[in-house]
């Protein structure tokens, strides 16, 4: 029993790492990243809010009801106070009760008034309950119009924000993603270059024991072969880095295993399309796009401030039903519930706001001006950015086809030197050099392809084309 608990223990592990192995291009891993990166997710979740946000505004012109219910008790009734003759008999009545004494001899035998006297009442019962429904209804609202096309255009800005959260998203998965390769090719050299180092160590050694070179050519080429096995753990640590942080980017479990499908060549190759055969247009930038929604914005603010002067018109109906009880009866439906209903229209015109309306609007204008200011300098960094891009692009061009015929011209002097290290006509402080000038090309060279690729992504990002 123990061994098929073993056993399925192992396959469900097995099965564990097998699904969490991915084997993604660099377009793969861009469309991976459009739903697991945290960037656009928190972008996308903005997109959401302002989707909300214009239904909520949108609500606001809809029948707004409400329905409420209260209850009183009161502990002391309140007191209504009044002149003691307040309600006294009218004078016709008086004098004539005056009169029917007389003639009767009988005294009334009333006190006298007193015109400072004050008689008190308490109207109402202890227990009242009022239950009741309003409706409201906007008809006409300036501000809430302009506040509509508002939220619209914010929906709008929102989305390109996206767009923009995309686009950088992309270009920082494709720059981590030829880190990981230039990594990897880094330290593939540097392996290569340890393995032809060991085998001049084996025959430098060879060549000691037979008494043809003197000890410290073999320590010389000991200490280059330490300083390359450094070099190599350095590098390997890098690529490491560099796989985690590729990881992250897309939004990647650290524990995942991923692999790489493309390589430098296909990356890098004449077959993919090239950028400078695309033109530039403004139109298609996305910072340009988005900045163009605020000043949007701001035409709708100003808008908005000058629809304030407009009136506001809103309808409304009430319908309440009140009890008034001694004692807490309320659910007992025998009893009276007395109805009150009224309806009515209801304007509100601005008149004098003491200038402070004027001022709103002048800023509203001000600030308008400003986006409009950082319209233009966002189309002129736009345009910078791409001849920027652009230029980059040329140099690291040249510069990867002149580090690549130094590398040639590298191999060629590395592989003379061997053969006149071999014969005895040089030393190994020249093969020692001859090797750190080919380590040396062989780093600028793999650095001028990284330069590319990432160049090409910026002038990319520049034409909008990532």
């Keep these: 029993m123990s061994r098929i608990l073993l056993t399925f223990n192992l396959l469900f592990w097995v099965a564990v790492a097998q699904a969490q192995q991915l084997n993604m291009s660099l377009e793969e891993a861009k469309t991976y990243a459009l739903e697991h990166a945290y960037a656009v997710q928190y972008a996308a979740m903005d997109v959401r809010v302002a989707e909300r946000e214009i239904k909520e505004i949108r609500a606001i012109g809809l029948p707004q009801v409400q329905a409420s219910v209260d209850y009183n008790n009161y502990i002391d009734i309140p007191t209504q106070v009044a002149p003691a003759d307040a309600f006294g008999f009218p004078s016709y009545i008086t004098d004539f009760l005056v009169g029917v004494a007389q003639e009767t001899g009988v005294n009334l035998n009333a006190p006298a008034a007193d015109p400072n006297g004050i008689s008190e009442f308490q109207f109402g019962a202890a227990q009242t309950s009022t239950a009741g429904i309003s409706v409201s209804q906007l008809i006409f609202d300036g501000s809430y119009i302009v506040g509509l096309q508002a939220s619209k255009t914010y929906a709008e800005a929102k989305k390109g924000a996206l767009d923009q959260s995309v686009m950088q998203m992309k270009a920082s998965v494709a720059e981590a993603y030829h880190t990981v390769l230039i990594a990897r090719e880094n330290l593939r050299l540097l392996q290569a270059s340890r393995e032809v180092l060991a085998a001049s160590l084996a025959e430098t050694k060879e060549l000691l024991i037979n008494g043809f070179v003197e000890e410290q050519d073999a320590d010389q080429l000991q200490l280059t072969l330490a300083d390359l096995d450094a070099r190599i753990s350095y590098a390997e640590q890098q690529s490491s880095i560099a796989l985690d942080m590729l990881k992250f980017q897309i939004g990647l479990p650290m524990t995942a295993d991923l692999e790489l499908s493309d390589n430098i060549e296909s990356l890098s ?175 600028n060279a793999v650095a001028a392809t990284l330069q590319l690729l990432n160049a090409k992504t910026r002038l990319n990002k520049a034409l909008s084309k990532l």
């Design 269 to 443: 190759g004449k077959s993919s399309e090239d950028p400078l055969a695309s033109p530039f247009s403004l139109q298609n930038n996305l910072d340009y796009k988005v900045q163009s929604t605020f000043v949007k914005i701001s035409e709708l603010s100003m808008k908005n401030e000058k629809a304030k002067a407009l009136p506001s018109i809103g309808a409304f109906y009430n319908y309440q039903r009140n009890a008034q009880r001694d004692q807490f009866n309320f659910f007992d439906f025998d009893q009276k519930w007395y109805p009150i209903q009224l309806w009515g229209v209801q304007m509100n015109i601005l008149i004098f706001t003491g200038l402070g309306r004027h001022h709103s609007i002048e800023k509203a204008k001000i600030e308008q001006e400003r986006s409009e200011l950082r319209l233009e300098q966002v189309a002129a960094a736009a345009e910078l950015e791409y001849a920027a891009a652009r230029s980059e692009y040329l140099n690291a061009m040249r510069n990867e086809e002149i580090q690549k015929g130094n590398l040639d011209l590298a191999d060629r002097i590395y592989a003379k030197t061997q053969i006149k290290y071999r014969e005895g006509i040089v030393g190994s402080f020249d093969l020692t050099q001859a090797q750190n000038q080919w380590l040396t090309a062989q780093g």
